[in-house]
Nanobody, 119 residues
C-alpha cells in the first residue's frame, strides 16, 4: 500500500510563504509521478503542480511564478514552495502519487493539509 503524509499547512497573511511537504512510502518513489492538488470550499479539486520521475514539472497557470514543486528521490519526498500567497490560494492541499506499473499500479492521495491565506 502506498502512503502519503502531508505536512506544512497553516495560516499565513497574503504575500507570505508556506512550504508543504509530502513523505511517501510503500512504492519505488523514483518511478512515480508526484503532484499537488487543491480543493477550495464549494469547488472541484484542481491540479496545482506535478513532477515526473525525470524531473519535468507542470504548473497550473494560477500558480506559475509563485509556486515551485521539487522532489527528493533519495528521501521519497515531494515539496511545494508557495510564495506570494493570495487569499484565492486558500484550500486543502493534497499530495498525489501515480505509480506507473507493478502490483501497486494506480493513483494515491494523502489526507490533505489546510492552507489558509488571510487578506
Amino acid at each position: 500500500q502506498v502512503q502519503l503524509v502531508e505536512s506544512g499547512g497553516g495560516l499565513v497573511q497574503a504575500g507570505g510563504s508556506l512550504r508543504l511537504s509530502c513523505a511517501a512510502s510503500g512504492s519505488i518513489f523514483s518511478f512515480n509521478v508526484m503532484g499537488w492538488y487543491r480543493q477550495a470550499p464549494g469547488k472541484q479539486r484542481e491540479l496545482v503542480a506535478t513532477a515526473t520521475s525525470g524531473g519535468t514539472t507542470n504548473y497550473a497557470d494560477s500558480v506559475k511564478g509563485r509556486f515551485t514543486i521539487s522532489r527528493d528521490n533519495a528521501k521519497s519526498t515531494v515539496s511545494l514552495q508557495m510564495n506570494s500567497l493570495e487569499p484565492e490560494d486558500t484550500a486543502i492541499y493534497y499530495c498525489n502519487s501515480i505509480v506507473p506499473f507493478g502490483a501497486l499500479k494506480g493513483e494515491y492521495w494523502g489526507q490533505g493539509t489546510q492552507v489558509t491565506v488571510s487578506s
